[in-house]
């Protein structure tokens, strides 16, 4: 059993707070939903870990922080200073941990949805709800998947499919020059789309040199299931939706269905077909 200091011991009930292999000292995991925080707040968490002679602060894969070698005895009046930066506490356990995302189309040109602010949302509605089971959320703003979003319990990807004026298009072939699936060719001076190889990434709509590809307006691709970790698995699609309030709710809908249904002790994936996925898949399609 691991020789905790005199300290209140609910603490350690905290998903966020983790015993060390030296079982006198914790790990203290931080809240920073889609990894973003001010200066101030950046400049306040080096201070903070300063003053508590911490001499490291490491960078997790869940775009969050971690204080390592904390003296136990000092968690109370850490948590408070964390507290009243804006980078409280973070998650660990069977609950919601950490929400990821890219940085989206509030800054990258790819991005097709604000993938920041939708984690935030998600963040504010579900962050450290307790279930069965540990669930991951990440939100990637096009296909390219740069947060691995379908490798996590619940996946949210930004698409957006092309759309083509075929009396008003030249034929010129920039879109399938920027085409990375291969999914367009030109065929006697004929834009053609491969509807299976599409990605639905957007990619092909900015470069058209006179704006005659245009798109869908931005939709947002659920998945469920998914999983890193030692037997990595893709999320299986839930579900497409068309606005961050349709995301929420189904997001919702997912969480209430783990916490009534899911079993401790094993990964979401290894749940799914004794959960009935697809019964559930079509439930929650005839509710959006």
Not at 69 to 89: F, I, M, Q
């Amino acid at each position: 059993m691991p020789r905790l200091p005199r300290v209140k011991q609910e603490l350690y009930t905290k998903g966020g707070i983790i015993t060390e292999r030296d079982p006198d000292f914790c790990i203290v995991r931080l809240r920073m939903p889609a990894g973003m925080i001010s200066p101030a707040q950046m400049k306040g968490v080096g201070e903070i870990a300063e003053r508590y002679g911490i001499d490291q602060v490491h960078l997790t894969t869940r775009q969050t922080m971690e204080f390592p070698h904390v003296d136990p005895s000092k968690l109370e009046g850490l948590l408070s200073e964390l507290e009243a930066n804006g980078t409280p506490l973070g998650a660990e356990r069977e609950e919601i941990v950490n929400v990821t995302a890219c940085l989206g189309s509030r800054n990258c040109k790819f991005g097709i949805i604000d993938s920041v602010g939708l984690a935030k949302k998600i963040d504010t509605e579900f962050f450290g709800k307790e279930l069965p089971i540990k669930v991951r959320i990440a939100i990637s703003a096009c296909p390219n998947g740069c947060e691995s979003e379908r490798l996590n319990e619940i996946g949210i990807t930004g698409i957006r499919r092309p759309i083509r004026d075929p009396g008003l298009c030249t034929g010129c072939g920039t879109c399938a020059h920027y085409c990375r699936e291969k999914a367009i060719r030109v065929e006697d001076g004929i834009i053609v789309l491969a509807a299976e190889k599409c990605m639905e990434c957007g990619f092909c709509i900015m470069p058209c040199p006179f704006h005659i590809i245009k798109g869908t307006d931005p939709q947002f691709r659920i998945t469920v299931g998914g999983h890193r970790g030692r037997h990595p698995k893709i999320g299986r699609h839930l579900i497409t939706v068309n606005t961050e309030e349709d995301v929420l709710r189904v997001v919702e809908k997912i969480i209430y269905w783990i916490h009534r249904q899911a079993s401790t002790g094993s990964l979401l994936p290894e749940q799914l077909d004794e959960l009935e996925f697809d019964t559930f898949k079509r439930e929650i399609a005839a509710l959006v």
